[in-house]
């Protein structure tokens, strides 16, 4: 559906008061409105446990949306969307919420004389998900008008996966679920499909032949913030690596696709995830490893340890880093190791892929000081930088034949002088206009559970003993390092 302004539709945002809503959701939709990329008749329905009244729930939003919107605020405009802001204090454990919902939904389509369409945003975690389906089904909500979008992660490892996608399945079709993976909305992400395949010169040289390795580095300043009774029982893998990155190494290991869609984006990807190379026992240490950040200093500002934030157990074995050395066991891949790490409280806020080219075979120049001293390497920089950037090497004027390092840059803002749009912009108006393509489908997530269920039972039935193992505002603990050392190579650290 390439517009859906006509499409009337009622938001149901579960999980309103938490935040996800306030930080990202309901600004991105507030976006959507100024650009007048929301249906003409839009209702937004925020249900939440707390007691407050719209006019409440509207002015907390206000802030953030306000915070959000790159110097273009105008309360006009703010007021005219939160007009279309309901907001329904309810319990989503108990049945006569849903018969509220029901009766709420029945009502606004008496009123505009029209059935609508539904979306279901699941912005909790996913221990409710399985309860609100149910609730939903059970109220008879699960139209065939209505979508469900749900956040990751989905479950808390492969079994609990599959008990919640049986639910939902149980109640919609997988066209009907979107399972959202906010990385894949940004722009810089979407613009490896656009590097990779809208060019002739890529294509060629990414493979085994021509890339040693490839290193993805997400890396954050922050900590865990408001989210730590979250992120107590997620840690770094299930917050991020076993989605986020993982969407980022199958982006630069896809095959190229037939076509630009939903189904076949998503079959190569499920191609990828296929062929990684399972983890087993005997490898497991070398090939997967997890910190824990004590206390330094971020920006000359002291921080404290994980263990000493709000919410933190005092012996907490949660991990806050996270790094895995991965293989893709096909033809174009094979013994190139890719290799991921994820940390919070780290130096830099920088999320970034380097490609590795190998090395020229054989030293041809009369004097070759510096030659191989900066491998060629791909970078394409998904945030705070926007952009791509070449690494190679180049003659140093005035000397005999000496080489010296230098960068070639693509980057965003100077060739398109616009702000990008925020992830969740771009995806909440796909699940509006039911364009999956930058979404998850269910046999790709069950896949990442499986692959990294090996390292969650072997990190679980061995706490570590060596945490906090980095300081805060460092690059994480030494066995990130020795991880790619041993292979003689080493993490770049970000400009
Ligand atoms: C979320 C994680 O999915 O992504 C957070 O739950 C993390 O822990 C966030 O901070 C990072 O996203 P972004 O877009 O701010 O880089």
Not at 255 to 269: L, Q, T, W
Not at 306 to 313: E, F, P, S, W
Request: charged share 25%.
């Amino acid at each position: 559906m390439d517009d859906n302004r006509d499409q009337n539709t009622i938001f149901v945002l579960f999980g309103a008061t938490g935040d996800l809503a306030w930080r990202k959701i309901v600004p991105a939709l507030f976006r959507l409105f100024c650009n007048t990329k929301l249906p003409q008749r839009f209702l937004l329905l925020c249900v939440g446990r707390q007691s407050m009244t719209e006019r409440a729930l509207s002015e907390r939003f206000k802030e953030s949306a306000a915070a959000r919107a790159h110097g273009t605020f105008s309360n006009d405009d703010w007021q005219r969307f939160s007009e279309q802001i309901r907001y329904l204090s309810a319990d989503v454990s108990i049945q006569k919420t849903y018969a509220d919902l029901a009766q709420f939904i029945h009502q606004q389509e008496q009123q505009w004389t029209q059935t609508s369409q539904l979306l279901f945003y699941f912005s909790m975690p996913s221990t409710f998900f399985s309860p609100i389906v149910e609730g939903l089904g059970g109220a008879k909500l699960n139209r065939n008008d209505a979508v469900v979008v749900v956040e990751k992660p989905i479950g808390h490892d492969l079994q609990s996966f599959r008990d919640i996608d049986n639910t939902l399945k149980r109640f919609f079709t997988e066209e009907q679920i979107f399972r959202i993976d906010h990385f894949l909305g940004k722009e810089t992400v979407q613009n490896i499909f656009a590097m990779r395949f809208g060019n002739p010169i890529f294509e060629p040289i990414w493979n085994r032949r021509y890339v040693d390795h490839v290193a993805i580095t997400v890396a954050e300043t922050l900590g865990v913030e408001r989210r730590a009774s979250y992120y107590e029982h997620a840690g770094a893998l299930r917050d991020m690596l076993q989605n986020h990155l993982l969407q980022l190494l199958c982006l630069i290991a896809i095959e190229p696709p037939v076509v630009y869609d939903a189904s076949d984006i998503r079959n190569r990807k499920m191609d990828v995830m296929s062929a990684i190379r399972p983890f087993n026992k005997e490898t497991l240490d070398q090939r997967a490893i997890r910190g824990q950040y004590d206390k330094g200093r971020i920006g000359g500002a002291e921080v404290p340890s994980y263990r000493d934030d709000l919410d933190v157990a005092p012996a907490s074995t949660t991990e806050t880093f996270a790094a895995v050395k991965l293989f893709i066991d096909n033809w174009r891949w094979q013994d190139v190791a890719f290799y991921l790490r994820t940390g919070k409280r780290m130096a830099a806020s920088v999320s970034e892929i380097s490609v590795r080219f190998r090395d020229v075979p054989h030293c041809a120049f009369p004097v070759c000081f510096g030659l191989n001293s900066q491998p060629v390497r791909l970078i394409i920089q998904i945030q705070p930088q926007e952009g791509i950037v070449l690494k190679f090497m180049a003659k140093e004027p005035g000397s005999l034949m000496t080489l010296k390092p230098v960068d070639m840059r693509f980057s965003y803002k100077e060739s398109f002088n616009i702000a990008t749009p925020d992830a969740y912009e771009t995806l909440l108006w796909d699940a509006l206009r039911g364009d999956a393509t930058l979404f998850m489908r269910a046999d790709q997530v069950e896949a990442a559970w499986q692959l990294f269920a090996p390292v969650l039972t072997a990190w679980s039935e061995t706490p570590p003993n060596d945490f906090p193992n980095y300081a805060a505002g460092s690059w994480g603990p030494e066995s990130s390092d020795e991880l790619i050392h041993s292979d003689k190579r080493q993490w770049l650290i970000p400009d």
